[in-house]
């Protein structure tokens, strides 16, 4: 029986990314049903300026599933991250960005496998936010300073940071969950509990009352700042990472640097009942309809949703299959050449059609 999956495809460069994707995910054998739904700033004026129109939603809802290419998010002013929006109004709380090194790729590091887990709901990006000067702000500073709280400068803009027991009890459960699902051994949470005692000084408590009753994958912690540096200097040490929403996006931008870079870098976003696949790049506009860009963050987001539907075997030949065409250093894009001018290089399509040379050649798992 064929998936029924959701296809996004985005806007800037994603078109061609999912496309690509599309026909590979297609050539590992596996049947889907496509129902595809717009969103993004390409067609907000066919959706009454809504960047994100309803009948998406409705879609994942039906399906449960949906691969997404990437959505542009203007900077400073315009619609708010239609990425934001979607795991707010599916209330998918769970990111999870697999960071790993594959032979071929230009890294620092050679040996990197981890798994960051991002809570996607909570902290400074629940987006609560009071903007400097507005009778809001200033009655919300009346308060902090009625309140015991001390403010240098009175001009301020606030953004409050929730973090709850609910919120952080779903996402360490799902964490324990994933690393023995997939075979992970050790699970560490990520906090500045050391200096903000109510918030991450919770999450922190909370994600020891978990672990005491997953006894069967080791726990530890580490605060934010010694966590960047033991990535850099030991990362071999550390396997799957929960952090709070701020910091998992930090950390994971970080930690795709020591596999080669966001364009290999894949994620996705999990809710009850829903599950949506994308990489963790942006849209790259400039380069939209140049088959240009690199599409191996969407390839092998389209391999995590292959073992989301139970199709592990398809998920590890797609994988091989990434995996060979890299290490023969061929059919890539630009950035993932010796030197960006490398006239050798090929284009999106091109990456997708030696993906699926692969694959018809059942390349073993």
Not at 89 to 109: I, N, T, W
Not at 276 to 296: D, Q
Request: hydrophobic share 40%; glycine share 10%; net charge negative.
């Amino acid at each position: 029986m064929a998936h029924k999956v959701v296809l996004i495809p985005g806007d800037g460069t994603g078109p061609e990314l999912t496309e690509a994707t599309r026909r590979v995910l297609e050539a590992t054998g596996v049947e889907f049903e496509w129902e595809v739904r717009e969103a993004g700033a390409d067609v907000m004026d066919k959706h009454g300026g809504n960047p994100l129109p309803p009948d998406v939603l409705d879609a994942i809802r039906d399906t449960g599933v949906a691969l997404k290419g990437p959505i542009t998010t203007p900077v400073g002013g315009g619609f708010r991250s239609v990425n934001v929006a979607l795991r707010k109004d599916l209330d998918m709380y769970a990111q999870v960005r697999p960071c790993k090194s594959y032979e071929g790729v230009r890294s620092r590091f050679d040996d990197v496998d981890l798994i960051i887990i991002r809570e996607n709901t909570e902290d400074l990006y629940a987006g609560i936010e009071y903007e400097q000067g507005t009778p809001d702000a200033e009655e919300l500073i009346a308060w902090i300073e009625a309140h015991g709280g001390k403010l240098r400068h009175r001009d301020a803009g606030i953004s409050i940071k929730p973090i709850s027991v609910t919120g952080t009890r779903r996402i360490f459960e799902f964490a324990f969950d994933y690393a023995r699902r997939n075979g992970r051994r050790k699970v560490t949470a990520v906090h500045k509990a050391n200096i903000m005692k109510f918030s991450d000084g919770l999450w922190l408590h909370v994600a020891r009352e978990v672990a005491a009753e997953n006894t069967d994958i080791e726990f530890d912690d580490r605060i934010v700042d010694n966590m960047c540096m033991q990535l850099v200097q030991r990362p071999e040490e550390y396997d799957v990472l929960v952090l709070p929403n701020l910091y998992g996006d930090v950390l994971s931008d970080l930690c795709a640097g020591m596999i080669g870079g966001l364009g290999m870098a894949p994620g996705a976003n999990y809710g009850e009942g829903v599950a949506v696949f994308e990489p963790t790049h942006g849209s790259a506009p400039k380069y939209a309809g140049m088959n240009k860009v690199n599409p191996m963050a969407e390839l092998l987001s389209g391999m995590l949703m292959l073992h989301h539907l139970g199709e592990r075997e398809a998920g590890h030949r797609l994988e091989s299959a990434i995996a060979a065409v890299i290490r023969e250093g061929r059919s890539l894009t630009y950035d993932m050449k010796p030197t960006r001018d490398d006239p050798t290089a090929v284009g999106t399509s091109e990456v997708a059609d030696a993906i699926i040379e692969k694959l018809e050649a059942e390349v073993p798992a």
